[in-house]
């Protein structure tokens, strides 16, 4: 009922940019939190930007002043501007938010994720 729909992945260059998209879909009431995660081959799962509804940012060491986090309140999207990307950068991404919604006549909240775009950056 309630998804998260991330577009944007891909094989870049060394030095190049991508900017992942992130929709949320359904009957959403409000959302509050928004961030990706990045995940590579047996390693967690890691924050790598986080937004709030207010649009205040906060960023994993490793990605701060070559990334950028952005939402669109209005249509329910998240963005992350990747810069200067770097091989250590490749990983599937994933899109998270904190979402209330409802279903049934009944509101829910919960923490959703997407189902991931992979990045790519070649040497």
């Known amino acids: 009922q309630v998804q998260l729909a991330e577009s944007g992945g891909g094989l870049v260059q060394a030095g190049g940019s991508l900017r992942l998209s992130c929709a949320a879909s359904?009957?959403?009431?409000?959302?509050?939190?928004m961030g990706w995660y990045r995940q590579t081959p047996g390693k967690q799962r890691d924050m790598v930007a986080t937004?709030?509804?207010?649009?205040?940012?906060n960023y994993a060491d490793s990605v701060t002043g070559r990334f950028t986090i952005s939402r669109d309140n209005a249509n329910y999207t998240v963005y992350l501007q990747m810069n200067s990307l770097k091989p250590e950068d490749t990983a599937v991404y994933y899109c998270?938010?904190?979402?209330?919604?409802?279903?049934?006549?009944?509101?829910?909240?919960?923490?959703?994720w997407g189902q991931g775009t992979q990045v790519t950056v070649s040497s």
């Open positions: 359904g009957r959403i009431v409000s959302l509050r939190a």
């Open positions: 937004i709030t509804s207010g649009g205040s940012a």
């Open positions: 998270n938010a904190d979402i209330t919604y409802r279903s049934g006549g009944v509101y829910s909240r919960d923490d959703r």
